[in-house]
């Protein structure tokens, strides 16, 4: 491995990777501990290059958002952004952050955040086909148990007796 090969656990970036708007995202406070830059220093290499972050590739959280990041946990207090509102990084943005922030440490952890990303991916339609195949056989179990509780509604055929019956005459 090249000295300047920087490894980073999987595990580390998946647990920075957050759904927020409906994306997949990294805060810029986590993706600046990763790349090993000041969170102040990537904003404003970010702010320096407005056009190659639009709205798809990056956003600003606004108070709600930054609210229940704090209430859910996923940030422990308001403090821990520096009174600023964070920057969310999709995909795309984080691809693009490489191109502002030069250092080779930037293109190793790019990388590692791109093969995370993929293999979140893998493993999310790898758990909607097993939600699928999960999802037909309860289908196939209803279809069974309405078959079978038919089946035990019917009404049960009138028994003849086995055997002689004698019959009485009537008497006039």
């Known amino acids: 491995m090249p000295k300047d090969t920087v490894s980073i656990p999987i595990e580390r970036i998946a647990a920075s990777i957050y759904l927020i708007r409906g994306e997949k995202v990294m805060l810029d406070r986590d993706l600046a501990d990763i790349y090993g830059v000041k969170a102040i220093a ?28 704090v209430s859910q946990n996923v940030i422990p207090s ?7 509102l964070p920057l969310a990084f999709t995909q795309e943005g984080i691809a693009m952050l490489s191109s502002v922030l030069r250092s080779p440490r930037a293109v190793q952890v790019n990388i590692a955040v791109m093969r995370t990303f993929v293999r979140l991916r893998q493993m999310l339609a790898t758990n909607e086909d097993l ?8 289908r196939q179990i209803a279809n069974l148990y309405a ?14 007796p086995i055997g002689f019956r004698l019959y009485e005459q009537e008497e006039d």
Do not use: I
Not at 78 to 84: E, F, I, N, T
């Open 42 to 69: 990537l904003r404003q290499q970010v702010r320096r290059n407005p056009d190659r972050f639009p709205p798809d590739f990056m956003f600003q959280l606004n108070e709600a958002e930054v609210g229940a990041l």
């Open 147 to 160: 078959h079978v509780e038919r089946l035990l509604r019917l009404p049960e055929p009138a028994k003849n």
């Open 78 to 84: 308001r403090q821990v952004l520096g009174g600023a």
């Open 131 to 138: 939600a699928r195949k999960v999802a037909e056989h309860d």
